[in-house]
């Protein structure tokens, strides 16, 4: 009795200790399978595209020569994270030693985001730090909506707004639904992270303030991301008055009042110290009288009456098939150390004629944008509230470069040619590469943005046919569990007959 006890005993202490062995086991297998490659640990299955690492961006990682910072905001930790959009952040980080990862729970540490700005961002923001400064990527910019039919890129936001005011102006759905059914969305994670790292490690970032008081705006949000993926810091300033000490160029984009006293005077100091201006101005608020006195000490100036050009050969205005749009039409581009190697096509869309006066004293006025010798100023005409063409044909300006010892001042009168639907839709992307090259021309910025395309946001799944769902589901509903009873019942009778 006693030997057989022992021998309970001694099985016991062996499957005891085979029980911690196993679970130890799992523990060390749990720790190593925590070391894998995320692409290891959460493969692809779908045979999705929308979140690979581009191989323009591997072999760029490949060159990187200074510790990167990816810091990912979001709130309840990396358990609450974005499966597929977390994976790809860690696969990005993978592909270099000098790219570090870490996850902030913007719940847990309300104090983090004081030494970036004060405002948390959107949830699953990154935020990419060097040691010379960061840059902050809000989850909003990473997904991007293009309607082919407009030839509009939107936001997130601006798409939902899109779409909801399509169902408040539509009544059958079919404005709606056709809108829905042309928009595309995309992925631009791989392009966002790779030009934000290229920002942070840049010697030199310009600094370009963007007025957003007298009625001026913001630029295009597509022209901002192509500005900001060049090197520029782009910021905003109520007031030309308060504008800060680091700016090396001020952007008024189509302002829609005059500047008041204090404001030219702010603006003419601005341009006598040396500063460099970037103006876009549409014909429909006419002349501009204390913003036209600081221009014309540069060479240019608005007409007295508003007015539009327009191209009256048709070889250079565009349009369809059976019709021709004289007020959109292909630019003549002048020569210049502005224009750089550029060989593609600015496209006009409704411009005002700028007044050149090449005679300035001190400096050199170039027109810069024209159109051909067939080309026609209209003119408004108060009494019967129409446009009145001239009767006299000659080349007309609307873009102009002035030089002025430190100062460079560069007037575009056709603001809607920098929005993505001209930009995208007619000039190929012609518009934003010239404007761009013309203000790294100012600036001295050196460099292009890292051309990674967005990839789409296909949905895939992983499929599984009717028959093999069925043979599956017999499988697992019936003959598994089956064969566990059987199994048991059959270990038990054995036991039973000892």
Known sequence: MKDQ??????????????????????????????????????????????????GTTKDWLKNLNEDITLTLICEGGRANADGQLCTFFEEYAEQSERITLRVVDSSADATFINAYGGEWPSDMSMIVESSRRYRMI??????????????????ADEYASMVEYCNASDTTGATTAQFVESTEAYFDGDSRLTNAISFVTREHISVAYMLTGSGASR????????????GYDLRTTLSVAALPDDCDVLIINNPTADLDTVESAALSDYLAGGGDLLLTTAYTVGRLENLDGILSSYGMSFEKEINVVYEHNAKYALGDTSNTYPYLFYSHIAQHAATGAFDGEFVAYYPHNIVVDTSLEGGTVTPWLYTSEAGCVQRYDEESKKLIADAERSVCNFGVIAKKGETSVIWISTPFALTSQVNSGYAKGGNFDLATLALNWMTGVEGEAIA???????????????????????????????????????????????
């Open 5 to 54: 006890n022992q021998k309970r005993v001694s099985r016991g202490s062996a499957l005891a200790l085979a029980t911690v062995g196993l679970l130890l086991l799992c523990i060390a297998l749990n720790c190593l399978v925590g070391l894998l490659p995320a692409s290891v640990k959460s493969p692809n299955v779908t045979g999705s595209e929308t979140f690979r690492i581009s």
């Open 138 to 155: 809000d989850s909003q910019l990473l997904f991007g909506y293009y309607n082919s039919l407009l030839e509009l890129d939107m936001t």
């Open 219 to 230: 630029l295009d949000a597509r022209m901002e991301k192509t500005l900001s993926q060049v």
């Open 452 to 498: 990674i395309p967005s990839a789409a946001m296909d949905t895939s799944y992983l499929s599984v046919t009717v028959g093999a769902a069925a043979i599956w589901g017999i499988v697992l509903i019936f003959l598994l569990p089956l064969g566990v009873a059987v199994t048991g019942i059959t270990v038990y009778y054995l036991r039973k007959k000892r």
